[in-house]
């Protein structure tokens, strides 16, 4: 199962959804894997925001506790092709609905062939792409 950004900050900040949504998956040996692209999106949280070491180490803890999908030329050519085609079907000064980390993510769980595990409902619009929320 792909692990988006939303799902890791909610888990470092001990939201009991997350938590108890990771522990059941767990208890099923449903294996959870990081995209690069969250990662990315972590990191620049890291920069913007982590003041103190603590900060920085329990994202570090659990970026650590999955295994990383890497971002593949073909992960890459698919998250553009979903963005370009989002931007192509919006309306005249809408956004497309889905930005580029969201688009990697996507395409990472469409190459995988697996559901994402999200806070938010941003893939839900994504045909092909199955969201397992937990909030």
């Known amino acids: 199962m792909i692990v988006d950004t939303s799902f890791v900050l909610d888990v470092i900040d001990d939201v009991e959804a997350a938590v108890t949504k990771e522990q059941e998956l767990e ?10 692209m969250t990662v990315l999106e972590l990191y620049i949280g890291v920069g913007k925001v982590a003041n103190t070491l ?14 990383l999908v890497e971002m593949t ?5 698919r998250a553009g092709r ?19 980390g969201d688009a990697a993510v996507a395409a990472t769980a469409l190459e995988r062939d ?3 595990l999200a806070g938010d409902g941003h ?3 994504i045909p092909g792409v199955t969201l397992e929320p937990y909030r």
Request: charge should be negative.
């Open 123 to 125: 893939f839900g619009n």
């Open 73 to 77: 030329p073909s992960i890459s050519r």
């Open 82 to 100: 979903l963005l370009g085609e989002h931007m192509a079907e919006a309306d005249e000064g809408e956004g497309p609905g889905i930005g580029k």
């Open 114 to 116: 697996e559901p994402v």
């Open 54 to 67: 603590e900060e920085r180490q329990a994202v570090e803890a659990v970026l650590d506790s999955y295994p």
């Open 27 to 36: 208890a099923e040996s449903v294996p959870l894997v990081i995209p690069a």
